[in-house]
Each structure stands twice: as C-alpha cells, then as structure tokens.
C-alpha cells in the first residue's frame, strides 16, 4: 500500500517532461469578456419636488400703540380674540386733552359772539369790512384749535383697524402710558405669507420655465409636526434684488388660512412640485463620480462601451432626470458598471427601460 504514493509521483515527473503534458498558457491577446446587464434611458412625465425652509407670516402684523399720554381705563378685550374693524380696544382718560378741548371750545363761543356783534355794526357800517375779516379770521383759527383739541382727544380711544387676532396684551389696565408705547399687536391671519430663499440658478430656472409650465406648479406646506396643511399655496411675490451675500432671491408663498391654523411667527417647509415632461432618466446606480462630474457607460453600434458625461437636472428616490448627455435611443450600462472599462467590446443582456427604473431601490453591487 505504501507503494501507490510513490507511483502517482513518478506518473507525475514523466508527465512534466513529455512536450504534451505542459500545463496551458493564455493565448497572446486574449481578452475575457463580461455579460453585463444594459438599458436605455427612459422618457416620461416626473414630478420634481423642492423643499425650502420657510418662515410664516400674518398678511397684516402691528403693533397696537397709544397715540396719547394718559391712564388706562378700559381694555375691552382679551389676549387671543378674534375682532372686527373698529371695535374697541383701548381707552386711554388723557391728562390734559379734555381740558384743552374745553378751553378750546370757549374760545371758539368768545371769537363767535365777537365775530356776530363785528358783522352787526358791519352792516350800519359803524366798523369796516376790514375789521369785519379779522374778527373772521380769528374765529376760523379758534375753529381750528378746537378741531385740533379734538382730534387730539380722539387719539385716546384705539380701535382696530381691520379685521384681526390679539397678541398679548402689554399694558394692564390703570397703568399710565405715554405716547407711543405699545398696547399690543394685531394680526390678520386670513391668508398667510411664506418667506423663503431660492439660490440664483433655481430662480432663473424658475423664471425659464414660468410661462411653460405654469399649471404645472403645485405649493405646499409641510409643519413643525411634519404634517402637511391641507391648503396650497400660489407664489405671491418675488423680491427685486438678491443678497449679494448669499446669493439668494427671497420668494413669498400665499397660503388661505380659513381655519386659522397658521399663526404668525411659525415656521414650515414649502415644497415646489413642478411637472417635467417626457424626461430623460435613467437609474442612479448606472451613474458614477469623476471629480465632481457624473458620467454612465455607453455601448456604441459595435458593442463597445464609451465614457460619457452626463448633466444631472434633478435627483429623486434614485433615479436622476438627466438635462442633457443622454438620449432615449442610447444603451447604457446599468449592472457591472465597476467591471468594464473604456473602449472594452463587452456581452451584454438588455433591460427594458420601465423594468430597470420599476426596481429603483435595488443597487449594483
């Protein structure tokens, strides 16, 4: 039994030596080709979708503050109600102004009685008409005082301008206020602003695309708690000049707000869905990275593969809409894109385009 090892060794050597037991060697030139997975790009309707931090404010916001010196006498209202235009929110007893009103009003009944007893004598003509005209002109300025006085004791009553919510309240009643503090603020919370930033180039496509696609356009906004409001907005305003620091344009957002939801103050996300369509994409794993440019691989009429650099115009879940670089009539590598290299005849099996974007969570290995 110890003698079968010693054969098959000897078996060996006389195998080595003869001319046809040499072990194979690669032919000169041989390439091994690959069986990678190919597709075409895809043309059909995508909705892009952009988010931008937002801050929400009321179409109307003010500060409610005393026009005149005085007491706080009555607060008609609470924090956190809903009023009318011109009602009632303050009421301020003046210190002074009631007291110049009278005094003005006298002097209004004095220059009155002067100017009747002038325009008497006027008439048998026992003065001149001059005299007559500054007697006039005494009682018009004295008319003008108390007008004035008035005014001025109006100033002490504060109603609402328009239609609106109560802030906090600043001032208690009996505090002695002077001219110009702020009682409260009023906010008209019917239809809310969304201030928000766009960089320079999304705003020039925005602009490009403004009288294609305008119906195409859909705003919304997403809350604190992730919720969406379930109101879309329209694009209310874009300012005249960029931040030259940022290089944003600031865009408003017009949501209704019937329900009074939407406070201001608040902040939110406003998402821009914009229809695309008949574009170009292709799956994001047929893609990769050379110093910040993205290129995919393309199998030309002789099935050989070719480096080409592609323009991304938007990314989603993973495919990207391709702005340009690609064609629905070209064949790209979509599996094996790590093993074929730049003018290398390869084997392929085609993909149908639907199929290869139907998987989109599925990655090359």
Same mark, same amino acid.
């Given at each position: 039994m110890?003698?079968?090892?010693?054969l098959l060794a000897v078996a060996l050597l006389v195998c080595l030596a003869l001319p046809g037991c040499q072990p194979l060697e690669a032919e000169p030139g041989h390439q091994e080709h690959h069986t990678i997975?190919?597709?075409?790009?895809?043309?059909?309707?995508?909705?892009i979708t952009q988010q931008y931090v937002g801050q929400i404010r009321s179409q109307q916001h003010i500060n409610v503050r005393a026009l005149e010196n005085g007491y706080l006498m009555e607060i008609p209202v609470k924090e956190g109600q809903a009023v009318k235009k011109g009602d009632l929110l303050f009421k301020v007893?003046?210190? /002074?102004?009631?007291? $110049?009103?009278?005094?003005?009003?006298a002097e209004v009944q004095l220059a009155q009685q002067e100017f009747s007893n002038t325009e008497r004598l006027a008439k048998d003509s026992v003065v001149s008409q001059r005299e007559l005209a500054l007697y006039q002109a005494k009682?018009?300025?004295?008319?003008?005082?108390?007008?004035?006085?008035?005014a001025e004791l109006n100033f002490a009553t504060v109603k609402a301008p328009f239609d609106g919510i109560i802030d906090r309240l600043h001032e208690q009643q009996g505090s002695l206020i002077k001219e110009g503090d702020t009682l409260t603020t009023l906010s008209d919370n019917k239809v809310m602003?969304?201030?928000?930033? /766009?960089?320079?180039? $999304?705003?020039?496509?925005?602009?490009?695309?403004?009288?294609q696609d305008k119906d195409t356009r859909q705003i919304d906004l997403v809350l604190a708690n992730g919720a969406k409001f379930p109101h879309a907005g329209t694009i209310g305003a874009v300012e005249a000049k960029f931040n030259n620091e940022t290089g944003n344009i600031p865009f408003r957002a017009d949501f209704p707000n019937p329900k009074g939801l939407l406070r201001h103050g608040q902040t939110g996300n406003v998402l821009i869905h914009r229809t695309l369509k008949d574009a170009v994409v292709i799956p994001q794993r047929a893609t990769f990275e050379v110093l910040d440019k993205r290129y995919v691989y393309?199998?030309?009429?002789?099935?050989?593969?070719?480096?080409?650099?592609?323009?991304v115009l938007h990314e989603m879940d993973d495919i990207f809409v391709v702005k340009s670089g690609l064609g629905v009539g070209d064949k790209i590598v979509l599996d094996g894109v790590r093993q074929v290299r730049e003018g290398e005849k390869v084997e392929y099996e085609f993909r149908p385009a639907a199929e290869a974007t139907s998987n989109q969570k599925k990655h090359a290995e």
């Open positions: 110890k003698t079968l090892p010693i997975v190919v597709t075409s790009p895809q043309a059909r309707d995508v909705v007893v003046p210190t /002074l102004y009631q007291a $110049r009103l009278d005094a003005e009003l009682l018009s300025k004295a008319q003008a005082k108390a007008k004035l006085a008035q602003w969304v201030y928000f930033n /766009l960089p320079e180039g $999304r705003y020039l496509d925005y602009m490009a695309a403004l009288g393309v199998v030309d009429p002789g099935e050989v593969v070719r480096q080409r650099e592609v323009a």
